[in-house]
């Protein structure tokens, strides 16, 4: 699975809009991206994926650039709720198994 | 409620003892997983199983075993050959062990050992 590179931490005002960054420059033409989300010391929780095309959702938007070397999770209105590590995650599809490879992620600070 | 349930939710043991962690869910998925996550740092994962009788390691699996007896059950334990059992550890689900794009995983509210 290819590898992803997320900033560190990231903070934003409440009511903002977050947008977090993903690269993943070596991702195949079969991988997906995925994005969970982490609450202290809960488990994680899915957001959204995506091949080639934006999606979106009750949850989030995720862009995708047009070469899918990065990518871009947008929450449009973020609350306190939101304060999270998010993951961005790729993966291939059509292989046995599932498993996700989860890197350090970005800690997504919502302030009030 | 449909969902994953790890329990108990903190647990304490005495280094050199084995000790088994309970993951049950009710969603009737095939797959399950189970990861170990240290402070600041991502998920890893120790062992999962995409059929009842069947599981594979992860990337960490040295010093622990599972057993998949049961669709709905997946239970670990943690032997006293890991040497560093101290962690918080994930239980998942699945709806099957495909990499399909919707095959979402479903985690549990986790588990935090504590070796003493």
């Known amino acids: 699975d290819a590898k992803t590179t997320q900033p560190t931490s990231m903070d934003c005002a409440e009511g903002r809009a977050a947008n977090l960054p993903c690269n993943h420059s070596?991702?195949?033409?079969?991988?997906?991206v995925y994005w969970y989300r982490q609450i202290h010391s809960q488990g994680p929780q899915y957001i959204i994926h995506g091949l080639k095309n934006n999606e979106t959702n009750e949850m989030a938007s995720l862009i995708i650039t047009e070469d899918r070397k990065s990518s871009t999770l947008i929450l449009p209105h973020a609350t306190l709720r939101d304060t999270a590590v998010y993951y961005c995650?790729?993966?291939?599809?059509?292989?046995?198994?599932?498993?996700?490879?989860f890197g350090e992620g970005t800690q997504l600070t919502v302030n009030p | 409620d449909g969902g994953i349930t790890q329990s108990p939710k903190y647990l304490f043991r005495k280094e050199g003892q084995n000790v088994t962690l309970s993951c049950e869910q009710n969603?009737?998925?095939?797959?399950m997983y189970w990861y170990r996550q240290d402070p600041g740092q991502g998920l890893r994962l120790i062992y999962y199983s995409q059929i009842v009788n069947d599981f594979q390691k992860g990337d960490i699996a040295e010093g622990y075993s599972v057993s998949r007896e049961k669709k709905e059950s997946f239970p670990l334990t943690v032997t006293s050959a890991q040497k560093n059992p101290t962690a918080f550890y994930l239980c998942?689900?699945?709806?099957?062990?495909?990499?399909?794009?919707?095959?979402?995983?479903?985690f549990g509210p986790g588990t935090r050992l504590t070796v003493l």
């Open positions: 998942a689900s699945s709806i099957d062990g495909s990499s399909g794009p919707f095959n979402e995983q479903f």
């Open positions: 969603l009737n998925h095939d797959a």
């Open positions: 995650i790729v993966r291939v599809a059509g292989t046995s198994g599932s498993r996700l490879t």
């Open positions: 070596t991702i195949s033409g079969n991988e997906y």
